[in-house]
């Protein structure tokens, strides 16, 4: 078990709405990044960020958002959700090393 | 072309085999490579990092990069039923350092039947 925690564990939200995802990352790391993974597909990078500035973002629209606070923990939000949201969204932190990963938000969009 | 493409299988073996996975990449620049396994409806957990090619062992597990074919594997030893999982292969993008962006081959779904 990693010191990555990720809440809440299961979400389903309604087309058009908006969700926010929490992570919090483990002792001694100032790196998050976020990632969506489609059933049966590798993660996608979403984006990173480092001691609260965003440091890197992948393919995604602008509708997907990021906080990191103080204590390194983040959130993800995403806006106007589609039906293509439907994912496992997972955190993974990291500081000089390897990333490693929370147990992941599983988000069904209906 | 993906930047790390991986055979997603399923694989499927008897207990106690030698299992290979194996995913190969685009870009001969990328330096750091990873193994991750993934339980259903879990996070991805670390197994094996690596900088640079050769092998890198981890009891049953041994990690293998070869750079000058872009190819990289996995190995596990006396494979249990408790291995039964997707494994992930991955590397850092370019201009990252190593806790940058990871790019993602498709997983590979491995069953180790008793």
């Known amino acids: 078990e990693t010191g990555v925690t990720q809440s809440p564990t299961h979400l389903i939200k309604t087309r058009g709405q908006q969700v926010t995802l929490r992570c919090s990352s483990q002792s001694g790391h100032n790196t998050v990044s976020w990632y969506q993974q489609a059933l049966g597909q590798g993660p996608q990078f979403i984006f990173q960020y480092y001691r609260e500035e965003e440091n890197g973002r992948g393919n995604f629209p602008p509708r997907f958002s990021g906080l990191q606070f103080p204590n390194y923990s983040s959130e993800l939000n995403v806006n106007a959700l589609e039906l293509d949201d439907s994912a496992l969204y997972l955190c993974?932190?990291?500081?000089?090393?390897?990333?490693?990963f929370g147990q992941g938000t599983r988000l069904t969009v209906v | 072309q993906k930047e790390v493409e991986q055979d997603p299988g399923p694989l499927s073996v008897p207990e106690g085999a030698i299992v290979s996975l194996n995913c190969t990449y685009s870009n001969s620049a990328f330096q750091y490579f990873m193994w991750y396994r993934q339980y259903s409806r879990k996070g991805p957990e670390l197994l094996m990092y690596t900088y640079s090619s050769g092998n890198k062992e981890d009891g049953r597990f041994t990690a293998q990069v070869d750079k000058s074919s872009k190819y990289i594997s996995l190995f596990i030893r006396d494979s249990q039923p408790s291995d039964s999982a997707t494994y992930l292969c991955?590397?850092?993008?370019?201009?990252?350092?190593?806790?940058?962006?990871?790019?993602f081959g498709q997983g590979t779904t491995l069953q180790v039947k008793p």
């Open positions: 993974a932190s990291s500081n000089t090393g390897p990333a490693f």
């Open positions: 991955a590397t850092v993008s370019l201009g990252s350092s190593n806790t940058g962006k990871l790019i």
